[in-house]
Structure formats: structure tokens, C-alpha cells
């Protein structure tokens, strides 16, 4: 892909930016809820509220404020977020590699899943495999991920106890780490009791996570590949006497995959918006964790800042599956 | 090029499947250890300055704060005051000084003495009207302060009977002056260093924070060694948390759920009416300018059959906004359920069932239990005597907009929180017009009320306010519903001593 592309695409995300910016700035401003209604002592008079405007620069004009932001985001400086006291870039990239170690886990399981579902249901086409697989991903795509979270809560941490329910890391760990990717970390430090519990925690969030892209992934990959199944150039591996396994495995699934990475990119932004609702219930520590605590408290210059990184997130995230989408299909390559 | 192959793919595996299996094995075994507590807590902890910002204000975090920092003043657990840093407290014979007394052989957990100039520095940080404090209002009616061997003394500025008070509640902590310059503000939300019964260990936001006993603590160390509160905002994963052995407490679960576990074996439960009451805010717009609407819509809430049905009786009724824990209450305001003489009341007016009065109410769902089922029977009643409500469901955050520009609908459910007890912070701010906290704004009430606010006499204060609650319940200028309880289970083999102030402080929790 020629660098010249990527540069044209980067440039494209500065309007995608100000426009998210735009929108992101207005809502939270026309929404009800008022942060400084939500901290007013008990006792607080009029020049008490005009002060803690004045603290938390919501006392000029709309326009201003806005402009303010703007200024301040050129030069690095994303705010301080009301609720937590600290500056709002530090506190999203502190949470932020939490949420990608676990949506790239539900990612990599989602799609090995997946494939391996696809893959049977087509080799079995018409047999109990395939109905049992066709069943199965019609229930993983027909309950929500926070559902399955809840169930998953019920089964595997209550019924047979036998994962953590919540958090990230078992509390009593002692380790102190020097990067907040604490999995890689972890392994690259050798330290694989502390990535045992990392791991452990991260079993039925990912669960929960990957249960309905699975099944989206195999729907989509078993389709391809019956489609596959019936070109001409799988007709001439039947021909040349190739074994089913390998007509399947190497020549319809290496056309058939482009349509599910595809389709594993884009769901991949989803993935990280599917987690704010699952962190939840499982009192992960990431970004969508946070990003509920500050809608509660109407922490404004937190809020923009999450939806900022999130835009920024989903603009890198679908330039890297376009790239990926070249590199596995010649046509495009070539073309 | 490195390629995984299935070698490699094999050995990681053969790494992961045991730490798996061990932390599985750990689960109970860390929750039920004997010098370990585990807490489920409804709430993240957002910040570790216990005195700035929306976190300071937060009633539901100070139990993290409490158990880390010492206050000025304790509370015991049934909201008397005791000694908490300071021993002495009190006013000189003309309210206008004060005089505050620091206990010797307090230690900051970095293990420097705490002195006077803590509690000064604290002080004056607090009333400083660009420190951020949301109490200023309170703390900077002291200033000039003295320091003579132990005893701090100050002027008074401006009267404030509840100044003491204050110091057991909201923001009212003592920070370390040396440790918290040197860090800086980000500094101290590092490493927070406070003078209470545990230090912390470890903090990782929005997941949990492990905390280590003091041992120099004044108040002689806590029974549990380590302590960890593992913030876990879904009531579900809460009582999975408990109900699988990975926590040995947890407080804020559905009633029906409570019920439920208390029975498991292994675990118990107890319960405790809190500081903590719910209640209908009435607004002086139309139809409540009609003193017989008001008193109709009160009489005609059956708050027993509501607490039973709704809450499995876990509530209790009540009548003014002052809890029987509370220094105002007073047990002779009454009243009652009577759908009798709340169908007459509204006939006076012209209303019937037939011709009701129409009006809204608002209400949250889901914030508080069953608060919209509640409201939702409250309305049915109402039906019954001539009033048709429309119930229109807000964001907790929506009520504190309207709430602070007088534009709540005639009727609006609330719960309304007061840990010290004080009428000043439930009647007065909750009634008073010139809070942003009242929505039944007018001068008759604001007459019996403003006065008390520098009231010198503490019996004629507290008289006040008893006839100031008389007052608001003849007229009707509020519908107080009942006084929450709030549902702790644990383990057994542990002695779990209930708060009335809501607190869940592991230095008070023992093994049986």
C-alpha cells in the first residue's frame, strides 16, 4: 500500500476529527445534567455556584468554551476531568490499553472460533455439524453481549465457581508494572502466574465479548466458502484428485477469509464499544468502565476526551483493516 | 521472520492451564483467609483527596475514605459523636472563638507525627474559596488560627452551629501538610498518605484498592491485616462476588436477593435503618399551591403497605424528614394514612376520582430499589382520591439540574442522605428557599427556618427545627416516605457491627 494512500487517509481523519469534536461538544452541552448541579453542597449560594463555574471554566459562552477546548487539544492538553482530579489524556491512555488487551483477546478467539465453525459447517454442508453450528450461532448472535455476560456471571462464577467475576487481576498480586499492557507485560517478563491471573480474569469478559462475533464470523465465513466451493478453480483441485480437507482449508478458505476479515475489522470497533457494558458487569478496569462513571457524573471534559480517543481509535482501526484487506487479496494488490 | 508453530503454541499453553487452575484454587482461599477481608463495593473511588471535588461529596465513598484518613471528629454507629483526631472540641462562652485539641501519638502512615499544623493547614486549605473544597462554604467561617502546644484555636467569622459537626462528616479529614506539598495534588492521588487505620497498598482505578493495617494507628490495629474493596458497580456481579466465596461482604443487593443468601449456608446477614430517607419533593407551582392537594396526596400514601409489599420490610415509615436517629426527630408529628380524609381534603378543592387533579411527577427507575415500582403505586393511591399523576422518569443528574433552578415538576422523588443527623442538613437544606437543595420556596416557611441557621442556643435550634418539621407536615410542603435499610451480607465468621451513617468501615469488622 503506498504510503502516499495512508497519508491521504490520515489526512481525511482531521475533518472526520473536528466533526466528532463538533457533535461530541454540542450534545454534552444540550443533554440534561449539570456537573455542577451534581457537586453543589448542601449549603451552596448563587456565588458558590458562579465559582465552581468559574473553576471548571463553565462560565463563558458556549462558543468560547468550545474554542478553548480546541486550543487546548492542538497543544496535547485534553482537560482535567472533573471527577478524578487528573489530566484527562493521562487518565484515557492509563485505561485505554486495559480495554484493547481484552477486545484483541475477544478478537483473536472470536475469529479462530469462528473460522473453525465456518470451516466445519461447510465441510459438513448438509450434515448434523452443520445444523448443530447453525444453531448454535443463531443463539450467539441472538443474545447481546452484556446478556451473555450476565449468564456467563451466573454460570461460571456462581453456579461452578470456578473463574473470577470481577476485575483484572486478583488484588492480592504483588507486582508492580511498569506498562498498563499488563498481559504482554506479563509474558514478556516471564511473570506467568501473574499472566495465569490475568488470563483467568479475562476468560468470561472475552467469552462474552467474542460469544456473538463468533457466530457472526462463521455465518459469514461458511457462506463464502460453499460460495467458493462452486468456482471453477475448485473444480479443477476435484479434478487434479486434491483431498476435500485440503480443497477446503487451502483453496476455498484463502478467498473465502477475505469477507470475514472484513467483517472481523469492522466488528473489531464494535468489540470496544461492546465493552463498556461488560467491563461493567465485570468491574474491568478499562476505558468503557470509565466512560460509564463519567457519563454518571457529568464529567464533561472527560466524556469528550473518551469519545476522542474512541473516533481516533475506530479511523486507525479501519485504515489497518483496508491495509489487511490488500495484503490477503492479489486482486486489490494488483489491481 | 519468527513463526509460532504448534511447539510453541503447546508450551504457552502448558504455562497458562496451570496459573489458570491455581488462581481458580486461590479464589476462596484469598476471600476467607483469617487476617484477609474482602469487600464487594457498589462504588469506584474516583479520587483520594477526601476534600476536593464531586468525590468529596459522595456519601457512598467516604467508607474508603474513613478507612484511610482520620476525621477531625468520629461518629459511633449509632451517629453519637466521639473523639476521632481531636479529643476536645467546643466553642469559648460567646460562640466566637473556638478551641480544638489533637491527640497525642497520632502517626501519618509515612510515619511522621501528625501535629497541629496538620490540623491548621487542613483547615485553612479547606476554607480557602479557590481550593476546590465544595464544604467552603462551612470551613471558612473560622480563620486565624493559634497554635498552643496541642490545642488549635480560632476566630469565629461567622457563626456556624454545625461547625463541629461538619468535622465528623463530608470533607471533614485531616490531610498530611509536609507529605501533600512535597507530592503535589498528583502526587498524593499516587500515593495517598492519610493517619486512619489502614495504609494504602495498592490502587488500581475502577477495579479495586488493597489496603495494609496501620500498625501506629491511635485507635490500636485493625483485626484484618489486608483488607481489599473490589469495586464491582453491578448489584448481579455483587452477589456473585459473595455468593461464590471471592468476597466476604457486600452491602447495596436487591432485598429479594438478600432474603435469598442470608438463608445459603456459610453466609448471614443483617440489616440497620441508615441515614438515608426517601421522599417526595413538592414544588410551589400549580396544583400545589392548594394546602388541601398537599395534605390529600400525603394522607392518601399508604407507606406500610408500600415498605412490606415493595421493600419486604425493609423501610420505615416516617413522617418529617428527620429519622428516629436524628437529633430533631420528633415522635409526635404524625400524619398518617388516612384515604378518608384525603378524598375529603380533595373535594374541598373540587377534586374527585371522577375529577381528578392532573399534575406530573418525577421520579428515577432503577437508581434507588424499586423507586419507580413505588411511585408507580403511589400513583394508583392518589388515583383513588382524586389525583391523576403522570409519571415521567429522569437521570438522578436530571433531578440535580432542575433541583438547582427551581424547575422540578409539582411532585419529584428524591432520597435525601444526612450522616450527622444534623436538622440543619436535612430539614434546613432540604426546605430552606434559598437553597439550591429546596423546592417548596416561600417566605412563610423561610421565616421559621432562616433564623436558626446562626442560632447560638443549641436547645432552642434543635426546638426550632422540631417546629419548623410540625409546620412543613400541617401544610404539606413535603411527602417524607420511609427511612431506608441497607442490607449487609457476609461470611460467617465474621462480626459485622451495621452503621447507621451507611459506612462499611473494616476497622470495625472482627472475626466472630
Redesign the interface.
Known sequence: MPLGYIGKRLAMAIPTLFGVAVVVFVLLRVV??????????????AD??E??RA?YGLNHPIVEQFGRWLLDLVTGNFGTS??????VFGLIM??LPATLELALAALVVATAAGVLFGVAAAYWRGRWPEVAVDALTGLGMAIPDFLWA?LL??AL??LL????????????TEISFVTEFYLAESFVRGE??V???L??HM?LPVAALALPLTAAISRILKGAINEAMSQDYILMARVKGFSKARIVWREALRNALVPAVTLSGVQFTFLIGGTVLVE???????IG??A??AV???DLPLIQGIVLIFAVLFIVVNLLVDMTYVAINPRIRHG | MSRVTRRHFLQATAAGLPALGLIGANRAADAQGAKALTIAYNVNLPSWDPTVGLSAVNPTIQSIYKSVFDQYIDQNPNLSFKPGLLTKWGWNDDKSKISVTLRNGAFWHDGTPVTPADVVWSLERAGDPKGGNPIQFVWGKIGNFKVDGMTVTADVKEFEPTLFKWMAFLTGYVLPKAAYEKAGAEGFEKRPIGSGPYMVEAFERNAFVRLKAFPKWWGGKPAFDSVVFKFVPDATSRVAEVESGSSDLTIEIPYEEFDRLKKKPGLEGTTTPVSDIAMIFITNIEPMLDRNVRLALHHAIDKKTIVNRLLRGYGVPIDTLEAPQYAAFDPSIKVGYDPKLAKALMAKSGFSPEKPVKFTIQTTRGFKPKDYEMIQAIVGMWRKVGAEANIEIYEIAKHFELRAQHKLAPAAFYNWGNSIGDPSTSTGFAMFGPSPHSAWKTPDLDAKIGPLWGEKDEAKRIAGYKAGDRYIAEEGYVIPLFQYVQPITYRKGLKVVPHVANYILPQSITPA
Open positions: 440534561p445534567g449539570d456537573p455542577i448541579a451534581m457537586m453543589l453542597p448542601p449549603g451552596a449560594r458558590d455556584i465559582r465552581l473553576l472533573i471527577s478524578l482530579h487528573q489530566g492509563s485505561r450476565l456471571v451466573l462464577g456462581v465457581p470456578v473463574l473470577p467475576i470481577s476485575g483484572r487481576i486478583d488484588p492480592r506467568f502466574a499472566a495465569g491471573s488470563l483467568a476468560v461493567r458487569i465485570f468491574g474491568y478496569p478499562g468502565n470509565m460509564i462513571g454518571i457524573d457529568r
